[in-house]
Each structure stands twice: as C-alpha cells, then as structure tokens.
C-alpha cells in the first residue's frame, strides 16, 4: 500500500478526483475557519459556494455556529480541483456537481441491484 493511501477512507468519487478523505477527517465536525484551512481556501470563498448552494453546512443541533462535516470538506475540495484544474466557472461548477451527483446516485443504485 502506499503510505499516502494509508488510512484513507475508500471513495470512488474522491479518488477519480485524487481528492482522499482520511480517516482521520470522518465523523468530525469543522468550523467555518477549520475547513477553509483544510482545504486551502479563504473562508469568504467557502460561504459563497455555500450561498450558491455547492455546500451545505452540517446539522448540528444546539451547536453554536456553522459547523460542516467531512462530506462538506470533500465537496469543497472537488470544487477547488474542478475550479483550479479545469478552470470552471461558478455555471460550469453547477452543472459540473449535479452530474457528479448523479453519477453517485446511478453508482449506488447499481451497487445496491447487484446483491
């Protein structure tokens, strides 16, 4: 195994992006300061992707402050590759995720008729 490999979450998705989730980065909750970090973005880059609604934040009740999960860090991530990359736009990201979407749903719904 790779040591880069090592402790990383499989993911399909992630991985045909070279975007790893580390198992380290599962079942945690991030601040709006922490994901931004993470990913290597500003944080006012983070609230307008989730004001054009490419980010959802976690629901974390009770909690103060908007907290994201480590669904939310790996979207920001592909967003940030498919931005820098590919260079994409704001519609191109839209379209870009939806599909990406998409083909995660058609995955899972294959996955789940060949049991």
């Known amino acids: ?37 993470l990913a290597g973005v500003e944080e006012a880059t983070v609230i307008r992707y989730r004001e054009f609604g490419f980010l959802r934040t976690a629901d974390c009740a009770g909690e103060a402050g908007e907290r994201y999960d480590e669904e939310c860090l790996r979207q920001l991530r592909r967003i940030e590759h498919l931005r820098r990359e590919c260079a994409v736009n704001e519609t191109g990201l839209k379209l870009m995720l939806d599909l990406l979407e998409e083909v995660e749903f058609l995955r899972q719904e294959r996955r789940q008729g060949a049991r």
Do not use: F, R
Request: charge should be negative; aromatic fraction near 8%; proline fraction near 8%.
């Open 1 to 37: 195994m790779n040591p880069n490999e090592e402790g990383m979450k499989n993911d399909p998705s992630s991985e045909s992006a070279g975007l790893p989730v580390y198992e380290a980065e599962v079942g945690v909750w991030y601040s709006l300061e922490m994901i931004a970090e």
